[in-house]
């Protein structure tokens, strides 16, 4: 059944190129939202702050948990230079996965093999907000679980690593593994 709720809406500005927040960013608290009913929580013109391009990343939380996202990002995309990505990839159990990078990513993309099922695929990550997939089914090589991945305009695939169920670690393409609570 499908309730009324009482939700935060946060959004952020971030440049394509480096993914720091630009502007402050702009949250609105206890709007209520009312089930199979369009809201309109803020209208408005957003005038263009910087020359170079940004995004407009929103989330929609309920209990502080993330309900719902999305990034709006400048068009045409084939403009756009996706280099220099910090694309990280960590289990936080078998089954789940912890993707997050240090810039922002467009369609980051676990590759789907038979049987595999995801909670969701082909996501953008935005600095500061985890994307997490469940429901994997992992393939094993020397012992560890490898999901592929690749995202827009990335060349390569870059394989994540399991590390135990002590804590994430997350693993860059160049081997160099970061703790993350």
Partial sequence: MVQDACAKIEMRFMPVATGQVIRAPIVKG?????????TEILSGIIDKIHEEPF?????????????????????PLRYLSFEKRGVLVGAMEPGIYKVIDESLTKRLMVYKRDGIELSYNCIDIVPRYPGITRGMRLEKENGTYVPNYRYLRSDDHQPARYEGRSGVQLRRSTGKSLSST
Avoid: F
Wanted: some cysteine; glycine content about 4%; aromatic content about 4%.
């Fill in 55 to 75: 995004v407009l990343a929103a989330r929609l939380l309920v209990d502080e948990e993330c309900i719902s996202r999305d990034v709006n990002w400048p068009q």
């Fill in 30 to 38: 206890g709007r209520v939202l009312t089930a199979k009913v369009t």
